[in-house]
Structure formats: C-alpha cells, structure tokens
C-alpha cells in the first residue's frame, strides 16, 4: 500500500466521485494559474510534469524555475516539456 501525498489528498473527494476519468479545472486569470502552479510545485512529493510554449526570463520564469529547481532536490521526479521556437 502506498502513502497517499498532499497532492492526492487535495483531489481526492473529486476522484472519487468520478472514478476511472480524467478532468481539469479552468482557472480565470493568468494570476491565479500561477499561484496554482506555484502551490503544486511547493507540495509535490513524486513528479512534476510541466508543460510550455513559452517562458521568458522574467520574474514568474526565475520563480517558477526556482521552485523548480528545489523540488527536485527534494527528490521529485521534475520533467518539462517546452517550445523552444521562440528561445531566441
């Protein structure tokens, strides 16, 4: 039996109200898809999948990178797959 991480608690009474499907969840702004990612990354105790087509080297890129970063070196498996068309 395996221990169950904060991530799957998070989403627990959701799955299993609809078991064996997937879902998502729409977030309104900009904003609040990066604190969700943020918070996500913070918590993560297995993986992290990401995604991208773009990042910059703004603030919210070094942020995200950071946390990134140190949740890997807390042992989460962290993979991203990024577009690199506009990397100049």
Known sequence: MH???AAQALFAEV????????G??????GEAAFKTRISLT??????????Y???????TGRLMA???MQAAERGVRVRL?????HTG
């Open 66 to 68: 950071q946390q990134l």
């Open 42 to 51: 913070r918590i993560a105790e297995k993986t992290i999948d990401a995604q």
């Open 15 to 22: 799955v299993e109200k609809h078991p064996g499907m997937s």
């Open 3 to 5: 221990k169950t991480t």
């Open 24 to 29: 998502f969840y729409l977030l309104a702004s």
């Open 81 to 85: 797959l990024m577009d690199d068309i």
């Open 53 to 59: 087509f773009i990042w910059q080297a703004d603030a």
